[in-house]
């Protein structure tokens, strides 16, 4: 199973994932979680990475493809993967399409979770999400049980940085101007598959679930 799940940020992407892993047992590659942990923990490549993700920039193709492909390379991938947040630009999509083919494969499904404008803005604003296991939550859609704190850990809920106001409006920007067109190179290979995604999660995944099982 190589699936792909694409969408502007907010759209829910993360969520579904974290429903997939639980039915489909694949890989769950985030460019989004690695670039965060490598921020974390400080690496040269997080100090980098850090400078485009606070703008709401996309990190560079060349540093982006690397950690893509050398995460591809693992022994837990030959059984497929579920990418979340790559590729976002042509030339993710390409490098990725040469990185299957290598393997006698292709990309069987991208999924993309649509949402309208206004209601990505609300969803990103009321947005925390745990420090420590990063379970997500949504202030005034899915609120923890006690405000800040985590209902699946206790850890301490925060907002992530770059889903400040300006940040967020230049992450949708970026999304309209370079992934947007990803969504015709994908309609081409005629395995895109669009989602209506502002629902509740649990309907959004009914529909998921019943696209993955028909691979
Ligand atoms: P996300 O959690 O997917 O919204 O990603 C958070 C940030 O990480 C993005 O705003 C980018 O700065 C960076 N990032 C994640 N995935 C990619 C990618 N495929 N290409 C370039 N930058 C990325």
């Keep these: 199973m190589n699936i792909i799940l694409m969408g ?3 759209a829910g992407k993360g969520t579904q994932a974290e429903l997939i892993k639980k039915s489909f047992p694949i890989p769950h590659i985030s460019t989004g979680d690695m670039f965060r942990e490598a921020v974390a923990n ?9 400078k485009y993700m606070d703008a709401g920039q996309l990190v560079p193709d060349e540093v982006t493809i690397g950690i893509v492909e050398d995460r ?31 393997r006698g494969k292709s990309v ?43 209902d699946q850990c206790g850890g301490k809920l925060a907002q992530r940085n770059d889903d400040k106001e300006e940040t967020v409006k230049s992450r949708l920007k970026v999304y309209q101007e370079q992934t947007q067109p990803l969504l015709d190179y994908y309609e ?9 995604g502002n629902r509740d999660s649990a309907e959004v995944f009914k529909d998921v679930k019943a696209i993955l099982e028909k691979l």
């Design 42 to 50: 400080g690496t040269a490549m997080g100090k980098e990475a850090k």
């Design 8 to 10: 502007p940020p907010g």
């Design 108 to 150: 069987e499904v991208a999924l993309n979770i649509f949402v309208p404008e206004d209601i990505l803005l609300l969803r990103l604003s009321s947005r925390v999400s745990c420090t420590t296991c990063k379970a997500v939550y949504n202030t005034k859609f899915s609120a923890p049980a006690t405000a800040g704190i985590c």
């Design 72 to 102: 591809l390379a693992q022994d837990d991938c030959e059984k497929g993967f579920l990418l979340d947040g790559f590729p976002r630009t042509t030339l993710q999509a390409q490098a990725l399409d040469k990185v299957v083919a290598k």
């Design 188 to 196: 081409e290979q005629k395995n895109l598959i669009n989602i209506d």
